[in-house]
């Protein structure tokens, strides 16, 4: 493969999941929003700059954890399976928001309900 076919690839890949990583990070934040209102009023006790950093802390590890797509995308299209995986690769999307949004609601329960989990 030429490098301007690498290239595209790249920026295929960019392009598919840059504009999911909205959605992944709306659905992660609506998550929180929704353990703090279920908590209302004592998750307002909790609220503070180091809440705000943990949650800043979160949030981008939360993106780090998403550029795991990039790899595996990227090497799938590398494939001589290339054209199966651009119509199927709806599915690790949808496999990683919702392996995130577990892992969310564990984190967001724990900070605005004590703890129970």
């Known amino acids: 493969m030429s490098d301007f076919a690498f290239r595209d690839v790249l920026a295929n890949s960019i392009r598919y ?58 090497f799938a299209q590398l494939s001589a399976l ?3 995986w651009l119509r199927v690769r709806w599915v690790l999307f949808i496999v990683g928001l919702v392996f995130a949004a577990i892992i969310t609601r564990f984190f967001a329960e724990g900070m605005f309900h004590g703890g129970a989990v």
């Open 17 to 74: 999941w840059e504009t999911r990583r909205v959605l992944y990070n709306l659905v992660l934040a609506l998550i929180v929003g929704a353990f703090f209102i279920a908590g209302l009023p004592a998750s307002k006790s909790v609220l503070s700059f180091g809440l705000a950093q943990g949650l800043f802390l979160l949030a981008v590890l939360a993106n780090v954890a998403y550029c795991a797509a990039y790899p595996v995308d990227v």
């Open 82 to 84: 290339r054209s199966t």
